[in-house]
Antibody, heavy 119, light 109 residues
């Protein structure tokens, strides 16, 4: 069955960096667009970044543009989010989610990984 | 960028019908998707393409979309339907294409 498993979260100081990973299985990863979506404690869902199946098209939310970098390795069935210059407001559970290429909805989500930015 | 507006909360008695709205400028021209999220869990897709249900989602869940409002309708509400619900669209004209509504907490009385 389809599985998305995030890893790499943890506690980091303001200004620090983290790299999140998302391991995909149970589907042809290279055929799917992917997104990172985050949820701050007690808050709603916030879209963070999008990458096309080949990696040729990438978008970022204004809140992370210039600090976060999305990438993927289709040979390793993996999605990444490099997060630099982290701020307290980046504290959230980060989800990776597959994106249906025709309707742009998320049929599958990972369980999420918690990133806490605090001194 | 495109904005989606949801009521923060909706309350309904068991067995009744809950309607959760999602407002946006001419949202009827877009495809709207809905997710259910229970505490401590990842979101689950419950409606896509305005009104289609993924396999495994009860027929009690339905959706509609017209004009400036999309609606998620849950018939014969059960205690297990208590959750946060989010609408989502893809705005292909934007370089910030993915948009979520602020979420609605459904409380079953």
């Amino acid at each position: 069955q389809v599985q998305l498993v995030e890893s790499g979260g943890g506690l980091v100081k303001p200004g620090g960096s983290l790299r999140l990973s998302c391991a995909a299985s149970g589907f042809t990863f290279s055929d799917y667009y992917m997104s990172w979506i985050r949820q701050a404690p007690g808050k709603g869902l916030e879209w963070v970044s999008y990458i096309s199946s080949s990696g040729s098209t990438i978008y970022y939310a204004d809140s992370v543009k210039g600090r976060f970098t999305i990438s993927r390795d289709n040979a390793k069935n993996s999605l990444y989010l490099q997060m630099n210059s982290l701020r307290a407001e980046d504290t959230a559970v980060y989800y990776c989610a597959s994106l249906d290429s025709s309707g742009y909805y998320h049929p599958y989500w990972g369980q999420g990984t918690l990133v806490t930015v605090s001194s | 960028s495109y904005v989606l507006t949801q009521p923060p909360s909706v309350s309904v008695a068991p067995g009744k019908t809950a309607r959760i709205t999602c407002g946006g400028n001419n949202i009827g021209s877009k495809s709207v998707h809905w997710y259910q999220q229970k505490p401590g869990q990842a979101p689950v897709l419950v409606i896509y393409y305005d009104s289609d249900r993924p396999s495994g989602i009860p027929e009690r869940f339905s959706g509609s979309n017209s004009g400036n409002t999309a609606t998620l309708t849950i018939s014969r509400v059960e205690a297990g339907d208590e959750a946060d619900y989010y609408c989502q669209v893809w705005d292909s004209s934007s370089d910030h294409p993915e948009v979520f509504g602020g979420g609605t907490k459904l409380t079953v009385l």
